[in-house]
């Protein structure tokens, strides 16, 4: 939205460059935390090779450190601090990688700077330990790998691709402006080479995959070509109450957890039954096929309904504990269960 296509290509290359990175420092990790322990202890007590009794002290401050005893003590030590790093360049849809070389350009004219600061040796540990880290890794090695697997095992997904496809109902200049998206994702998708700040990229074994509601438009109504290149096609089932149930529990964002620490700011604890999150997820199944059928989301509509009282007094209400079975949840539904008009608007 809002940029160009084959912006998607350069962020799958960045998230890749993420994954190998983390994998190679997990690598090294163990070496580059040894490092900086022996780092921290030379600005601890510095000087502290040569003789027996500065080599027992030195490790006497290491057993303190490892304890966790000094913690606290502060240390001088140079960081490295880049001037302008937070500032976007070219900012401007469609212009991304040209902010990209700019950026590099500047990061080339002006190198990072060197200060001394005082830190805590919690702090100077940490700080330590991503140096260390940084000279272990090889970027270039990095690099690579990450351009491989994008390459390789690489996957796009595309949401709501039917908002592209040129409906009957729509006016001419709109249909113009959605035909020439899809003629932009088309060498895309076909595969081409997509120049990126760390090299070409090449899309033809990334695996690209669709995905659109398709209420007002259907996918023959997207360019032959485009249609060509995905061959492949699920149409899939309504959400059921089995779905939506685990929609509440599994995920680590679930609705229900937010919720529950969204009121533990409060110091009012949330707990939900298992028959009470049944009877969500039944009401989200029987509000989705009678009225306009939006998925998950019915949830956040269905759970800002039953706790709206809670959250209102919450402020008013510490140290309480609530409940929400399914007689809670009945008795807040109850009006929208109903007035069947009303639910189309409040649900």
């Known amino acids: 939205m809002g940029r160009d296509v084959e912006s998607m290509i350069r962020d799958l290359v960045e998230i890749a460059i993420s994954l190998v990175r983390e994998e190679e420092?997990?690598?090294?990790?163990?070496?580059?935390?040894?490092?900086?322990?022996?780092?921290?202890?030379?600005?601890?007590?510095?000087?502290?090779?040569?003789?027996?009794?500065?080599?027992?002290?030195?490790?006497?401050?290491?057993?303190?450190?490892?304890?966790?005893?000094?913690?606290?003590?502060?240390?001088?030590?140079?960081?490295?601090?880049?001037?302008?790093?937070?500032?976007d360049v070219f900012a401007i849809p469609g212009m991304e990688h040209m902010g990209d070389q700019m950026k590099g350009l500047f990061s080339k004219a002006f190198p990072p700077k060197r200060t001394r600061r005082k830190l805590k040796v919690r702090d100077a540990y940490k700080l330590l330990v991503q140096e260390e880290s940084a000279k272990l890794v090889d970027d270039e090695k990095i690099v690579r790998l990450a351009k491989e697997r994008a390459e390789q095992v690489g996957i796009v997904f595309i949401d709501e691709i039917d908002k592209i496809a040129s409906a009957n109902s729509q006016s001419r200049?709109?249909?113009?402006?959605?035909?020439?998206?899809?003629?932009?994702?088309?060498?895309?998708?076909?595969?081409?080479?997509?120049?990126?700040?760390?090299?070409?990229?090449?899309?033809?074994?990334?695996?690209?995959?669709?995905?659109?509601?398709?209420?007002?438009?259907?996918?023959?109504?997207?360019?032959?070509?485009?249609?060509?290149?995905?061959?492949?096609?699920?149409?899939?089932?309504?959400?059921?109450?089995?779905?939506?149930?685990?929609?509440?529990?599994?995920?680590?964002?679930?609705?229900?957890?937010?919720?529950?620490?969204?009121?533990?700011?409060?110091?009012v604890r949330l707990s939900f039954t298992d028959d009470g999150l049944e009877e969500m997820a039944s009401f989200a199944q029987e509000i989705n096929s009678r009225s306009e059928d939006i998925g998950a989301r019915r949830l956040y509509t269905i759970m800002e309904k039953v706790l709206a009282d809670i959250s209102f007094d919450a402020p008013d209400m510490p140290g309480a504990q609530v409940v929400i079975n399914r007689d809670y949840v009945r008795d807040h539904l109850s009006d929208v269960r109903e007035d069947q008009d009303l639910s189309q608007y409040i649900l």
């Open 173 to 267: 200049t709109s249909d113009i402006s959605r035909e020439g998206v899809q003629r932009d994702l088309l060498p895309i998708v076909e595969g081409s080479a997509v120049n990126t700040k760390h090299g070409i990229v090449h899309t033809d074994h990334i695996l690209f995959i669709a995905a659109g509601a398709f209420h007002f438009s259907k996918p023959s109504d997207m360019i032959p070509e485009l249609q060509g290149r995905f061959p492949l096609r699920v149409e899939l089932d309504p959400l059921g109450k089995e779905e939506f149930l685990r929609i509440l529990k599994e995920p680590d964002n679930a609705l229900t957890k937010q919720y529950t620490a969204l009121l533990d700011t409060e110091q």
């Open 25 to 87: 420092t997990a690598a090294v990790q163990k070496k580059a935390e040894a490092e900086a322990e022996s780092r921290l202890m030379d600005l601890l007590l510095p000087n502290s090779f040569g003789t027996p009794e500065r080599e027992t002290t030195r490790e006497k401050l290491r057993q303190q450190y490892r304890l966790g005893v000094i913690d606290d003590r502060e240390v001088e030590m140079e960081v490295s601090e880049t001037p302008g790093a937070s500032i």
